[in-house]
């Protein structure tokens, strides 16, 4: 039984060194399959996630700048009159996604960070391009993080409308943003393609675009 | 000479009688409740890994621009507009759309005879640099087909392209056509 203890605790050991525990998402989304192999970035970066029924998210990827995040409720609370406290403040550096309009804000950081995965969030507005309130959270992140490149993540559910997908291009558009990375699940190319023959030849070396 | 007995040349494993042998501990210990523990472990592993990370796709949107002279002009013989409808259908025209609606074609998703084989001859038979390719996904496409659609762009090289809005008479054609072929 000995060799076989040793090897049910190699694999063990692989797993545990392997696994990478999924970060605390506001919604399940299901996203596509692309043959796109770059990294998605973890870190200082802003993530507008779009769920099934069309309703929208927005996450800041500011670890170890918390700064960041702080400046950005400080101004939206300036600038839309939301009256939110410090306890609110304290609360929203810690959330992980917000989906919830500007006058619901106040409302749902008084919920503790642990609790909010629970409520049911109806998604930032986007919809009305008058009152695209997306606009104003990417236009405030932006000017927190301050000249450094950031990366505008956007990750789609399968099944959500594309007119739900171009508001929130909109959305940045609107703040002079026009490159963005939207996440998807790694796929191969397909047999028989220039991308397939490119990459065979190449030794799987990405083709210059 | 006298001399201490050490029990013979062979380092005293010997004792002489009378003398109590050692109990001697077994050092196998009872392996089965930590194999139990690993492989709960390994299971709760194997359930909780999600090998494939997530991969990035790069999209570069255009600037609106209301200027005439800022627009990108294509040839009318490299065009091929791509439509988007419900229910995993896809339309396509080459060049110009007929008033007619005569060159308006459907096309689907499926990977030998679907629009990627469209795309693949178009490429063929086009001038590398006259090569443009538009996707108008109407409202009712969802955002898997437009990622798939872009995808499609990035499989077969197609270096120009761009997402547009579907024009009213465009989405005319794919409503009409989309309920002669009973799509829900």
Known sequence: MTPFVDIAFLILSFFIMATKFKPPA????TTPNSVSTDKVPENDAILVELDKEGRVFFTMLAEGNPEAKRTVIENLNKTRNL?????????????????????????FLSVPTAEQGKVRQPGIPVRDSANNELYFWVRDAVSAFSGKKINYLIKGDNNSVYPDFK???????RND??????????????IGTDLYKTKSTRGGAKPAN | MASIDTGGGDGGHKKGPGVKKAKKLSTRVDMTPMVDLGFLLITFFIFTATMSSPAAMQLFMPKDT????????????????????????VYYYE????????????????PETGIRKVIMDKKRSTPIEDLVIVIKPNEEATYKNTVDLLDEMTINEVKRFALVDITPQENELVKVTQQAGGVK
């Open chain 1, 26 to 29: 506001p919604v399940e989304i």
């Open chain 1, 83 to 107: 009256g939110l406290t410090e306890a609110h403040m304290n609360n929203f550096v810690n959330a992980v996604g917000i989906g919830v309009p500007f006058q619901q804000l106040k409302g």
């Open chain 1, 167 to 173: 508001n929130v291009l909109e959305a940045f558009k």
């Open chain 1, 177 to 190: 943003i026009y490159k963005f990375q939207l996440v998807t699940q790694p796929e191969e190319a397909p």
């Open chain 2, 66 to 89: 209301d200027k005439k002279e800022e627009l990108n002009k294509a040839k009318e013989s490299g065009a091929l507009t791509v439509m988007l409808g419900k229910g995993n259908q």
């Open chain 2, 95 to 110: 060049g110009q759309l007929a008033p007619d609606g005569s060159n308006f074609k459907t096309s689907s998703y499926d």
